[in-house]
């Protein structure tokens, strides 16, 4: 059950704004259902640049947001827009239904308005820009967010680094296999994972030019043919500084790409059900430079976190061992 209440038990230093009509409307006060000061957060000029923000202390999962308006007064906030951040500074809109998602407000001053996210984020701030707002009065605001703590593993790399996480062989399953992972970087270019086979076969995922690609390579020298080759690209500028996740899913030769929210489902032609793989996958680079294909074959550079193979966790298995 991930619906704590996250604000009410926050210091005033965790509140901040674009500004504030008076003291007694500091952003401290726009806490829901609290009378204190003057009732709610209200700030200098009521117009679109102002914003209500709130900081969690650490990277958190929000699952739900409600507002309300400034207590006993005729300022409340009709529709608003919420952004994310982990940093404070390179922030985030969040998104619902493909588009930037403004979400409907108040129609009084004391009534709460309860939004459940579609999809939870993750963060450390948050904010909130009001949209529109009572025409008769000017923006007020009080808030709550409801969420969980996020238990999170990360690893850094330099870009000279990789990750090799060697299987044990008896609990493979030679017909399913699920990678899942998310990463962030500054970089355009660089190998996410690659694994290999012993006859040439392998599968590379690779971020170029700020895409996805992922690579299978059957490397089936017999027939040469193109169709042993198979190269899906999702995504794009994901070299933006924020989390982006994947999840790659492999059963017999039916196989899901997915990166962030889109999903990519293709069949794998020739023997992908026996594929002959090494009991090996490499994290953030290629172990021996030039032993296959000829993409960009840079190192990773960034971060990745909470990085699942199988349901082991890759990431705390490294620090572990």
């Known amino acids: 059950n991930c619906d704590d209440q996250l604000v ?9 704004s674009s500004s504030e009509l008076s003291s007694s409307h500091s952003p401290g006060f726009a ?7 003057a ?35 005729s300022d409340w906030v009709t529709s608003y827009l919420l952004m994310f951040s982990d940093s404070g500074r390179n922030w985030k809109q969040y998104r619902q239904e493909e588009s930037i998602w403004a979400f409907s407000g108040n129609t009084n001053a004391d009534s709460v308005v309860y939004y459940k996210l579609q999809h939870s ?72 994972l690659h694994r290999e086979g012993q006859n040439g076969d392998h599968i ?24 042993a080759q198979i190269n899906i690209t999702l995504g794009s500028l994901l070299d933006d500084q924020h989390w982006h996740s994947v999840l790659i899913e492999h059963f017999n030769n039916q196989v899901n790409f997915t990166v962030d929210k889109h999903t990519h489902h293709f069949h794998a032609k020739g023997e992908f059900n026996y594929l002959d793989f090494d009991y090996e996958l490499s994290f953030g680079g290629i172990p021996a430079p030039g032993k296959s294909g000829t993409l960009s074959r840079k190192n990773f550079h960034g971060c990745f976190e909470n990085i699942y193979c199988n349901g082991v966790n890759i990431i705390d298995l490294a620090k572990r061992h």
């Open 31 to 37: 806490r829901l259902n609290r009378r204190d000061g």
């Open 204 to 227: 590379t995922l690779e971020l170029t030019k700020g895409k996805l690609s992922l690579l299978v390579n059957l490397g089936d020298a017999k027939t040469h043919s193109s169709n």
């Open 8 to 16: 009410s038990a926050l210091p005033q230093s965790s509140f901040s």
């Open 121 to 192: 984020i993750k963060a450390r701030f948050l904010r909130f820009v009001p949209l529109d707002w009572n025409p008769n009065g000017r923006i007020g605001m009080r808030i709550e967010v409801y969420g969980c703590t996020y238990r999170s593993e990360v690893v850094g790399f330099d870009g000279k680094s990789c990750l090799i996480y060697t299987f044990n062989q008896k609990l493979m399953s030679a017909l399913k296999d699920v990678i899942s992972l998310k990463f962030k970087t500054m970089q355009s270019d660089g190998i996410l």
């Open 39 to 73: 009732g709610g957060w209200s700030p200098l000029v009521s117009n679109k640049y102002q914003w209500l923000q709130i900081d969690l202390g650490e990277r958190t999962e929000i699952t739900a947001v409600a507002t309300q308006g400034g207590y006993g007064s």
